[in-house]
Structures are given as C-alpha cells and as structure tokens.
Nanobody, 129 residues
Framework: EVQLVESGGTSVQAGGSLRLSCTAS????????MAWYRQAPGNECELVSS???????YYTDSVKGRFTISQDNAKNTVYLQMNSLKPEDTAVYYC???????????????????????WGQGTQVTVSS
C-alpha cells in the first residue's frame, strides 16, 4: 500500500524560508520519480520540482535558484527547501509519486485527482507581503 504524507506548510513573511517534507510509505525510490506540485486559488495544478530514480532534478522557471528538492532514502522522505519566498508562491503544495516517464507536466487541471500515480493530501503555504 502506498501512502504519501506532506508536512511543513505554514504562514511566512515574504523573503522567508520554509522546508516541506513528504514521507512515502510503500514506495521504492529506485523505481519512481518523486515530485512537488502546487495549486493556487483560480489556477491549475503546476509542477514545481521533481527528482527521478537517478537523482536528476527539474525546476519550473519561477522557482529556479530559490527552491531545492532532495530525498533521503534512509528516511524514505522527499524535501522541498524554499528560500526567498514571494507572495506568488502561496498555494497548496502536494507530493506525488509516478513511474519513470509517466510524470504529468502540462494541462494538469486539479492536483490530487490525476490518474496513474499517488498523491498526498497537500499542505498550505501562505506568503504574506
């Protein structure tokens, strides 16, 4: 059974930092890609960052240089370190797991309900100006 649980979301001031965690049960990091998505009110789901089974990483342009994705195999946990936060980073952040080459990247609609992978429940990040 696969279960993903996010934690670490809270309210912070612009320019601040936050680290999100995703603990994955029943997932073999050697066989999947792990990803962070986010969805703000009125917007569609957006892929923020991912890390594959070889350690290759991806970042959407708006977070490059500010966010860092990492994983700890011993703890079966994926992290998203967020620095220099901006009000436009405000969203619900979701952890997801997909088989290699199956990670959805465009036209996502609503986070959490996309087929073919596993999703956490989401954690709220609010950045105040």
């Amino acid at each position: 059974e696969v279960q993903l649980v996010e934690s670490g979301g809270t309210s912070v001031q612009a320019g601040g930092s936050l680290r999100l965690s995703c603990t994955a049960s029943g997932v073999n990091f050697d066989e999947v890609e792990m990803a962070w998505y986010r969805q703000a009110p009125g917007n569609e789901c957006e892929l923020v960052s991912s890390i594959d089974n070889d350690g290759n990483t991806y970042y959407t342009d708006s977070v490059k240089g500010r966010f860092t994705i990492s994983q700890d195999n011993a703890k079966n946990t994926v992290y998203l370190q967020m620095n220099s936060l901006k009000p436009e980073d405000t969203a619900v952040y979701y952890c997801a797991s997909y088989l290699p080459l199956r990670l959805p990247v465009d036209g996502l609609g609503t986070c959490g309900g996309l087929p073919g992978g596993y999703w956490g429940q989401g954690t709220q990040v609010t950045v105040s100006s």
